[in-house]
């Protein structure tokens, strides 16, 4: 990987600490004030937990070979030759054999964020886009746009490569906290 560059929206970050200091302050209140410890450290832990998996481990790596796409549970490697189309629909997506894979860190906007927009933003012409989702104002426009000029530029030197890795540990800590924090409820 050469020249990597780094997705992941500022509103995400800033919502992910905003939520895990929100959480571990009701779990420091529970500690100097009293309260139910076990249950607290069980509920805001997955609630913390669960802010981490949402907000500030999803990213995009772009590179000149390929990109990943890294979702909660998910690692999406490909190389650019694979990649057939790149896709603003719901979040931004790449298409690879014929499958799509969405990227979490890059959600479309809305219909309301069209609102936002002035006419000539969505018209038909040279560079302008077509779709809300492809606006250079969106999480999903702006993750595409740097993907596609990467694609664009893309040289083949190596043989093609796509991996998938699947990952559920974080799935299973963030419900052992759930059942920690109701087991304690009801104990």
Known sequence: MTNIEKFRPGSAIASGWVLIAFFVGFILQSLFYGGD?????????????????????????????????????????????????????????????????Y????????????????????????????????????????????AKLRRKNFVSSQASQFEIISDNTSLYIFAALILFGAAATFI
């Open 37 to 101: 410890i076990p249950m607290t450290i069980g509920i805001c832990g997955a609630g913390t937990y669960g802010a981490y998996l949402l907000f500030l481990k999803p990213y995009v790596l772009l590179f000149d070979e390929g990109i990943k796409i890294i979702n909660p549970t998910k690692e999406i490697t490909a190389t650019w030759d694979l990649v057939e189309e790149i896709e603003t629909r719901y979040s931004m997506s790449i298409q690879v054999r014929g499958q799509s894979y």
């Open 103 to 146: 990227a979490w860190a890059a959600p479309a906007p809305s219909g309301r964020h069209s609102r936002r927009m002035h006419k000539s933003d969505l018209l038909p012409g040279a560079d302008s886009p077509r779709r809300v989702g492809d606006s250079l104002k969106s999480d999903s426009g702006v993750c595409s746009y740097m």
